[in-house]
């Protein structure tokens, strides 16, 4: 990057014009910091970034598949891998520590962090306490490309040991389209009438794609 003019060299950039103004790129590159023998760290970063498909498949790498990546040593890694859970945490603090359905951004992006780059499809479900703050989020259920076969008796169990008041539904579309199924909307109203016996309510249903949430109550299906 010292080839750069000072203006466009990430860093700076950042510091004059805060990190808005930078390309998912030009952050990563921050990160990064170097970049290979004949491969500038800008390259390297948008090399990354299409390895997992861009921010988001990155935001849901682990280290195992952060190693796969030519150019990421350990110390690259370790970093990458920091800023992914402190994203992560961040966003589990602020949903424990006010009411979900008075963050509706904060659950989506929470739930895109989680989900969205999964390569099979995966049913979770967020526990919520009496006031609506997040208790635990539980991927509860592993599928293949198409469905994940989930079982209402094993929700409310769940929710009955974390002596949850209400839960938000969610799961992913590897497909990337987020549009619910008529599958989707039969389990939900299992879901909806086997939690409402042990007087847990249903909030939400949530259906991740690549760049796209669809909720059940906005789309009147609750």
């Not at 592993?142 to 079982?151: E, F």
């Amino acid at each position: 990057m010292k080839n750069l003019p000072p203006d466009a060299r990430p860093r700076e950039k950042l510091l004059a014009l805060g990190p808005a103004a930078l390309a998912d790129a030009e952050l990563v590159a921050l990160l990064l910091r170097t970049g290979l023998k004949g491969t500038p760290v800008l390259t390297l970063a948008q090399q990354v970034l299409d390895s997992f498909g861009g921010v988001a498949g990155l935001l849901h790498a682990d280290a195992a598949a952060l190693k796969r990546i030519k150019g990421l040593g350990p110390a690259k890694r370790a970093e990458l891998a920091a800023v992914i859970e402190l994203a992560r945490r961040a966003l589990h603090q602020r949903l424990a520590e006010r009411p979900a359905l008075d963050s509706p951004g904060a659950v989506r992006d929470y739930l895109q962090l989680q989900l969205a780059a999964q390569e099979r499809e995966v049913f979770a479900v967020l526990f919520l306490d009496a006031q609506h703050r997040l208790l635990q989020f539980d991927e509860m259920f592993r599928g293949t490309l198409a469905q994940a076969s989930v079982y209402p008796r094993e929700v409310v169990r769940r929710a009955l040991a974390l002596n949850a008041a209400a839960v938000i539904l969610a799961h992913n579309h590897p497909s990337g389209v987020a549009e619910p199924s008529r599958a989707d909307e039969f389990l939900t109203q299992s879901l909806k009438s086997a939690l409402a016996l042990v007087d847990v309510r249903v909030l939400d249903h949530f259906v991740i794609g690549r760049g796209q949430v669809v909720s059940f109550a906005e789309r009147g299906l609750l």
